[in-house]
């Protein structure tokens, strides 16, 4: 009885032991390596990651061949600063002063090339176009005759759209001379035109020094005198010729 219990256990033992061919042909993982399952789920989150990373990629790249593309913002004009501003000369002046310095010019040419009998005029200075010095000879027939009456004429930037400031510089007794030897003459006031150079101003003061115009008089004194006493009027221009000829 005792060996025949034996030899049962035995063929049960033997029985567990036996594996089944499909159980045989499966390779045991080895030590490190991942179950079928495991590979499969690991195979599925890397293409998860990969296809989540070539999105990104794709999305950065795109970003920046459109920021590529996109022209950047012009730069702001800087502001002019103030001392630049101000230094600045504004066209209109700057026109003006070269046609007023082309313009006496030609009349200084005027001047040398056929002066006015009796007259002359030229700059007082060679840095300074705009002042001239200037000197009549007294008509001949006149009270004035033989005498030299110098002049300073002072032309604006304006030139010849405004006319020069005229005056005397040595004594003149005139009706038409204020007593600060300034003037009083249509053609370089109310009257003036840009077609008036400087040889007509000195003939026209010229031809005034002969003929005067006692009803506009800027000497009251000369006016009256010239009306109501020519002979004492001729007497008084005389001495002054004679005292213009003493330097």
């Given at each position: 009885?005792?060996?025949?219990?034996?030899?049962?256990?035995?063929?049960?033992?033997?029985?567990?032991?036996?594996?089944?061919?499909?159980?045989?042909?499966?390779?045991?993982?080895?030590?490190?390596?991942?179950?079928?399952?495991?590979?499969?789920?690991?195979?599925?989150?890397?293409?998860?990651?990969?296809?989540?990373?070539?999105?990104?990629?794709?999305?950065?790249?795109?970003?920046?061949?459109?920021?590529?593309?996109?022209?950047?913002?012009?730069?702001?004009?800087?502001?002019?600063?103030?001392?630049?501003?101000?230094?600045?000369?504004?066209?209109?002046?700057?026109?003006?002063?070269?046609?007023?310095?082309?313009?006496?010019?030609?009349?200084?040419?005027?001047?040398?090339?056929?002066?006015?009998?009796?007259?002359?005029?030229?700059?007082?200075?060679?840095?300074?176009?705009?002042?001239w010095n200037?000197?009549?000879?007294?008509?001949?027939?006149?009270?004035?005759?033989?005498?030299?009456?110098?002049?300073?004429?002072?032309?604006?930037?304006?030139?010849?759209?405004?006319?020069?400031?005229?005056?005397?510089?040595?004594?003149?007794?005139?009706?038409?001379?204020?007593s600060d030897?300034?003037?009083?003459?249509d053609i370089?006031?109310?009257?003036?035109?840009?077609?008036?150079?400087?040889?007509?101003?000195?003939?026209?003061?010229?031809?005034?020094?002969?003929?005067?115009?006692?009803?506009?008089?800027?000497?009251?004194?000369?006016?009256?005198?010239?009306?109501?006493?020519?002979?004492?009027?001729?007497?008084?221009?005389?001495?002054?010729?004679?005292?213009?000829?003493?330097?």
């Amino acid at each position: 009885m005792d060996a025949a219990a034996g030899d049962a256990g035995v063929a049960e033992t033997q029985k567990a032991q036996v594996t089944t061919p499909a159980e045989a042909a499966a390779p045991a993982a080895a030590p490190g390596e991942t179950s079928a399952g495991d590979a499969a789920a690991n195979n599925g989150a890397a293409a998860t990651a990969s296809s989540s990373s070539s999105t990104t990629t794709t999305a950065g790249a795109a970003g920046a061949t459109a920021a590529a593309s996109t022209p950047p913002a012009p730069a702001p004009a800087p502001a002019p600063s103030a001392a630049a501003s101000s230094s600045a000369p504004k066209p209109s002046s700057a026109a003006s002063l070269t046609a007023s310095t082309q313009r006496l010019m030609t009349d200084l040419r005027e001047m040398h090339n056929e002066p006015p009998e009796g007259c002359s005029a030229a700059p007082a200075n060679e840095s300074n176009l705009y002042v001239w010095n200037a000197s009549i000879i007294g008509p001949d027939e006149s009270p004035w005759e033989g005498g030299i009456y110098g002049l300073r004429l002072h032309f604006p930037e304006q030139y010849p759209s405004k006319p020069p400031k005229v005056r005397f510089t040595c004594e003149l007794f005139h009706p038409n001379v204020y007593s600060d030897g300034t003037l009083c003459l249509d053609i370089i006031q109310d009257q003036w035109s840009p077609i008036y150079t400087t040889s007509t101003i000195l003939t026209s003061i010229q031809s005034l020094l002969t003929d005067p115009n006692p009803n506009s008089p800027a000497n009251p004194e000369a006016a009256k005198l010239f009306v109501s006493e020519p002979k004492e009027y001729k007497k008084r221009v005389r001495r002054i010729a004679a005292k213009s000829l003493e330097g």
